[in-house]
């Protein structure tokens, strides 16, 4: 072969990869997931898809109800099993952190219809996620369904961020005082308070509302949760985290935070700790760990409370 023609081969060749690469856009991963997929998710989940083969410009929605494309791309959520599809609704699109140790993915942070179907995907065909790129279909993920798919929200993940500049350092959970100030170890809060601890995917309410759409009134959640609150844990010995403490509780409210499209709220009286509890730490902050359960399991975060 000729000089020329092995270099129009291999510039050819170099085309049709780059081509690919950019009309089959890939779902590598799932925050939180891990890889390799199958996620899980739940009526008006925050998800953050991170996406090979994209290379599109950030965008973000600032509209409400958000819109359901951005750059060029949309998320397709669809259940061949009960002939239903839908549109996610988009918070933003960008190159933002990185995942899997590389800089090569796309994070796309979208939300899952509160009406998807709840009956069982045990069997084929398997509900799907795939991210369209200018009318392109990239690659099919399976995923499944679940009631809840809890996770505290923290000041450092994408759904977070005005922008996608550097990661920032604070990565704690978002927590606020009676006040609205947010709790932290210069601003604790003080035992006998009620806090509102933030998070996503606590699963559908009542009333029913639309995905997308900023909430309006609140909705609480149908699934039943539960509070603990442990004082000072780092100084109980193994397996004493929940004798601190009385029995777990009702949270005085648990649904979606008005104003915003897919975030929940859990609002605790605090207890009192009992008094041996800061005698484990000196000075006058200590640390609080806050443990939630409903039937889709438990999860828990931590913050500052004032001792004395």
């Not at 795939?130 to 279909?137: A, M, R, S």
Request: proline share 9%; hydrophobic share 35%; with cysteine.
């Amino acid at each position: 072969m000729s000089n020329w023609k092995w270099k129009l081969t291999v510039c050819l060749a170099l085309t049709s990869l780059s081509v690919l690469a950019q009309d089959f856009p890939m779902i590598m991963g799932e925050s939180y997931s891990g890889y390799p997929l199958k996620m899980a998710v739940a009526p008006g989940q925050i998800v953050t898809l991170y996406v090979r083969g994209l290379n599109v410009p950030p965008a973000v929605s600032k509209s409400d109800p958000l819109a359901r494309e951005l750059s060029g791309v949309y998320v397709l959520l669809e259940d061949g099993m009960h002939g239903w599809s839908a549109k996610l609704p988009l918070m933003r699109i960008g190159t933002g952190y990185c995942s899997q140790a590389t800089c090569a993915d796309v994070n796309i942070v979208a939300q899952i219809p509160y009406g998807m179907p709840l009956g069982t995907s045990q069997r084929a065909p398997f509900p799907t996620l795939t991210v369209f790129k200018n009318g392109q279909p990239g690659r099919r993920e399976e995923i499944a369904y679940a009631q809840a798919v809890p996770r505290i929200v923290s000041g450092c993940v994408a759904a977070s961020e005005d922008d996608w500049g550097p990661r920032r350092d604070n990565c704690s959970p978002v927590i606020t005082r009676e006040d609205g100030s947010r709790v932290t170890y210069d601003n604790p809060f003080t035992p006998g308070e009620t806090i509102s601890v933030y998070a996503w995917g606590l699963g559908p309410t009542d009333p029913t509302v639309e995905a997308g759409v900023a909430v309006k009134q609140p909705a609480r959640t149908l699934l039943d949760y539960r509070v603990r609150v442990c004082y000072s844990c780092s100084g109980l010995p193994e397996g004493g985290f929940y004798t601190a403490v009385g029995p777990w509780f009702a949270p005085e409210y648990v649904g979606l935070a008005v104003g915003s499209a897919g975030l929940y709220q859990i609002n605790v009286k605090t207890p009192l700790p009992p008094p041996e509890s800061t005698s484990r730490f000196a000075g006058p902050i200590g640390v609080v760990g806050i443990f939630i359960k409903s039937g889709a399991g438990e999860f828990s975060t931590g913050t500052f409370f004032r001792g004395n």
